[in-house]
């Protein structure tokens, strides 16, 4: 995603074709499915460069999100944040509010942790959706974003990454639940295609 920059101006014409005859936007990640109930969202810092390298930018950054989404009607049920992107799980009914959303968080905090850095220039990448489509689905998709910074090589283990919603379902429904959880519905394959298993 990061080389279309290198490219020459036959292979952007290249893919800007073949984004479109897919009905894609031209640049922007393509968002198809815009009636499901439950959607994995995912956001990335540019170049993957980690700008939420604190605990307190990982805590507003989350307070933000909760705050926006809320208001917003779309409850967070799932999150993660890392020190370079982000996953929330969430139950929307109004997809098309979710763009303004990120674009409302992501430029705030944008331009706050650029005067933090002294810095310029882009902070976020777009965002990516998944649809869910099962609720075999959906419980991959919980264990993916509570394992993702064992994955990410962070920490050994989920339960020692400070922003991440295995906290709340540890208090809420207890370790054997979130062990039933990983046991009833493993992630096989952390990489691109980890959920691309039969239904």
């Not at 307070?63 to 982000?86: C, M, P, R, S």
């Not at 992501?106 to 959706?129: I, P, T």
């Not at 990410?152 to 039933?180: C, I």
Request: hydrophobic share 35%.
């Amino acid at each position: 995603m990061y080389n279309y920059r290198y490219l020459t101006p036959i292979q952007k014409a290249e893919i800007l074709e073949y984004r479109k005859l897919q009905g894609f936007p031209p640049h922007s990640p393509p968002h198809p499915f815009q009636n499901k109930d439950f959607y994995l969202l995912t956001a990335a810092c540019y170049e993957h460069k980690p700008r939420i390298n604190s605990i307190s930018r990982r805590q507003e950054l989350l307070d933000q999100l909760f705050k926006n989404f809320l208001d917003a009607g779309i409850e967070i049920l799932a999150w993660v944040i890392l020190t370079n992107h982000y996953h929330v799980l969430v139950n929307t009914v109004e997809f098309k509010r979710v763009s303004g959303i990120f674009r409302l968080i992501h430029g705030r905090l944008a331009r706050q942790w650029n005067l933090e850095d002294k810095l310029r220039g882009k902070v976020w990448y777009s965002y990516c959706d998944r649809a869910i489509r099962s609720q075999r689905h959906y419980y991959a998709t919980l264990n993916y974003i509570h394992y993702n910074p064992v994955k990410h090589n962070y920490v050994e283990s989920p339960y020692d990454w400070d922003t991440s919603s295995v906290h709340w379902y540890l208090q809420e429904r207890g370790r054997e639940w979130l062990r039933q959880c990983w046991v009833g519905f493993p992630v096989q394959d952390y990489g691109k295609e980890w959920d691309k298993f039969s239904l």
